[in-house]
């Protein structure tokens, strides 16, 4: 059974950071897409960041390029989000997701994913 399980949310004051983890399990990471998704209040959920895990690619949404960055760590079946210099507007429920890699799969599209972690709540404070 696939499991993603997101953890690292807090609050935190703005320009602070903070680093999620999704840890995976009931799949290997190779040839996976896992992406971080956001939702705020009244907001659609948007794609943060993903990454390929066979070939490594990263991709971002405009609005965190340059402040956040997205890792995994194969072995251990775990994906990162170090995020940086976070503003008030980042603050969301943050997920994880996971898809099989296929041939036009749009990394940054959450109808894109298959399986899904719970949230977990960040928040910034100005």
């Known amino acids: 059974e696939v499991q993603l399980q997101a953890s690292g949310g807090g609050l935190v004051q703005a320009g602070g950071s903070l680093r999620l983890s999704c840890a995976a399990s009931g799949f290997t990471f190779d040839d996976w897409a896992i992406g971080w998704f956001r939702q705020a209040p009244g907001k659609e959920r948007e794609g943060v960041s993903g990454?390929?895990?066979?070939?490594?690619?990263?991709y971002y949404a405009d609005s965190v390029e340059g402040r956040f960055t997205i890792s995994s760590d194969n072995a251990k079946n775990t994906v990162y989000l170090q995020m940086n210099s976070l503003k008030p507007e980042d603050t969301a429920v943050y997920y994880c997701?996971?898809?099989?890699?296929?041939?036009?799969?749009?990394?940054?599209?959450?109808?894109?994913?298959?399986?899904w972690g719970q949230g977990t709540q960040v928040t910034v404070s100005s």
């Open positions: 990454i390929n895990t066979s070939d490594g690619r990263t």
């Open positions: 997701a996971a898809v099989f890699l296929r041939v036009g799969l749009r990394i940054l599209l959450a109808y894109e994913y298959e399986f």
